[in-house]
């Protein structure tokens, strides 16, 4: 895994790691799910829950008495994942002036991330942790910090939107 800079591999990590230790294979497993569900690639998804999981660790004092430290660890490594994506496609772009599928990547993939761009913050982080990452709406209501309605309006308004962008791009 390549470390970007100013994550939270170069934090100091916490003087107590035993209930991480314990938490590590369930929140790698969903940092996992997200980022392969996303990228499409083993080793892209591998060191996306990584980096992901290196944050909780680093913030492991206020992940552990999150609600959900799983739905927390699916949200990064899903903005994770997306970053990966959008710094590889801009560096295609500046490489070969035109936008490119990369290796891994088909086209139905590259037209949601573009979807995905497209939706509102609170809409793309609900259908993320709803249907990318499969957890249930009351997880969801967690970590967005609203009610289970509106993580069903959210997530309602962002497929809806997802829909009408891929069928207006393809």
């Known amino acids: 895994m390549v470390p970007l800079a100013g994550t939270a591999s170069e934090v100091a990590a916490p003087s107590s790691t035993s209930d991480f230790d314990e938490a590590y294979p ?7 799910q997200v980022a392969y569900r996303l990228l499409g690639s083993r080793e892209d998804a591998a060191d996306s829950a990584q980096e992901a999981c290196a944050r909780a660790f680093a913030r492991w004092h ?3 008495t999150h609600p959900s430290p799983r739905a927390w660890v699916a949200r990064v490594s899903g903005n994770i994942s997306i970053d990966l994506h959008r710094r590889r496609a801009t560096a295609r772009r500046k490489s070969r002036g035109e936008v490119m ?6 086209g139905e993939r590259v037209d949601l991330y573009r979807a995905l761009d497209a939706l509102p913050r609170r ?3 609900a259908v993320l942790l709803r249907y990318v990452a499969d957890l ?3 997880a969801v209501a967690s970590e967005l910090g609203c009610s289970v309605g509106n993580v ?3 997530a309602a308004r962002g497929l809806a939107g997802l829909r009408s962008t891929m069928r207006t791009d393809g």
């Open 123 to 125: 809409q793309r982080q």
């Open 152 to 154: 069903q309006s959210l």
């Open 136 to 138: 249930p709406d009351a």
């Open 62 to 64: 206020e992940v552990r």
């Open 26 to 32: 369930g929140l790698y497993r969903q940092a996992y």
């Open 101 to 106: 599928v990369g290796e891994g990547v088909d």
